[in-house]
């Protein structure tokens, strides 16, 4: 399995990004995805996630900002940011949880909001 997440930069506060993470070598379709992310010095989080049947949950920090969809005709899991804050600096990853015990992560595009 592998995860390509891209669309990581600079941006400036209020601004908007959208990351995109490619999955290859699972059944995409019938799995549920999600985006992490860690910022310096503080534990990974979970930002949004979206099952194969398109229910989607959010962390309280980025819900009405963020909003995670799927395409499963191109096999990528996307996240769209806007108002984007300072604190939404971090390294973001996507995640594919296969089965119990088993998940998979791409390598991390990294967001930095500043001024």
């Known amino acids: 399995v592998q995860l390509q997440a891209s669309g990581g930069g600079l941006v400036q506060p209020g601004g908007s990004l959208r990351l995109s993470c490619a999955a290859s070598?699972?059944?995409?379709?019938?799995?549920?995805m999600a985006w992490y992310r860690q910022a310096p010095g503080k534990q990974r989080e979970l930002v949004a996630g979206?099952?194969?049947?398109?229910?989607?949950n959010y962390a309280g920090s980025v819900k009405g900002r963020f909003t995670i969809s799927r395409d499963n005709r191109k096999n990528t899991v996307y996240l769209q940011m806007n108002s984007l804050k300072p604190e939404d600096t971090a390294v973001y990853y996507c995640?594919?949880?296969?089965?119990?015990?088993?998940?998979?992560w791409g390598q991390g595009t990294l967001v930095t909001v500043s001024s």
């Open positions: 070598g699972l059944i995409f379709s019938i799995n549920g």
């Open positions: 995640n594919a949880p296969v089965r119990a015990g088993v998940e998979y």
């Open positions: 979206i099952t194969s049947t398109y229910s989607k």
